[in-house]
């Protein structure tokens, strides 16, 4: 079982002159579930290389059981340091992609041509793609074979707009992916701000926000099973 994870290399909170990048725990908590599944791992970004990590996801109020396991994993911090570069990556050579989130994504993979002929690969392949929280908005230029958005008419979630409310960046975050999905005709589905939901539609897999991350990769190893 091989599992590609996609990261962001995108550091800049827009104009705000604050740093983003990936969210720790959308990381570690499906890595260890991918893991313990017994699931070989390759992570990849854009540029390569380690992605930036959110310094928010790093405070003491961010950590979880699976932060505090990747603190300790050496493997881990070094396979992180090392992500190979989209454009070294297959599709046909992985059973699953999952794209953790953190604001990253919204700035460079939602418009990466190589992160979206990718994910195109994997829906014509028919393998499971799961994205949680932020990374969900690398979706909105996929495409499906008939040249329409692939969440068309699907069942999908993402960030809130209230969440996004919630920490005050709605007027900062090029998109929001609650009115993005909404607009691209996807049928979008929220539970209560902070509170876990995977949504499954077929082999798409999507979740809406930094606690979501665990349920959201057990169901993409569902869909393996």
């Known amino acids: ?38 699931a070989k791992i390759t992570l990849a970004s854009p540029a390569g290389g380690q992605p930036p990590l959110d310094p928010k996801s790093d405070a003491p109020e961010a950590q979880t059981e699976a932060t505090e396991r990747f603190y300790q994993d050496t493997h881990a911090k070094q396979q992180l340091a090392a992500t190979l570069p989209l454009t070294q990556i297959d599709a046909a050579d992985f059973d699953a992609v999952f794209y953790p989130g953190g604001h990253g994504p919204l700035w460079d993979l939602a ?22 929280c932020h990374a969900p908005g690398a979706l909105i230029k996929v ?7 692939l969440i068309a008419g699907r069942k999908v979630t993402g960030f809130s707009n209230s969440e996004e409310a919630a920490v005050g960046l709605t007027d900062v ?14 049928i979008y589905e929220k539970g209560d701000d902070w509170q876990p939901l ?28």
């Open 198 to 225: 995977a949504v499954i539609d077929g082999k798409l897999v999507t979740g809406q926000n930094p606690g979501s991350s665990e349920v959201t990769a057990e169901a993409l190893l569902k869909l393996l099973a």
């Open 143 to 149: 495409q499906d074979d008939a040249g329409q958005p």
């Open 111 to 132: 418009y990466d041509a190589t992160s979206i002929a990718l994910i195109e690969a994997f829906a014509r392949a028919d393998k499971p793609l799961g994205l949680v």
């Open 1 to 38: 079982m091989n599992i590609l994870m996609v990261l962001t290399s995108h550091d800049r909170l827009g104009d705000t002159g604050h740093k983003t990048g990936f969210w720790l725990e959308e990381f570690a908590a499906p890595y260890y579930v991918f893991k313990d599944a017994g």
């Open 173 to 186: 975050v090029p998109f929001l992916i609650e009115d993005e999905f909404k607009r691209l005709g996807g």
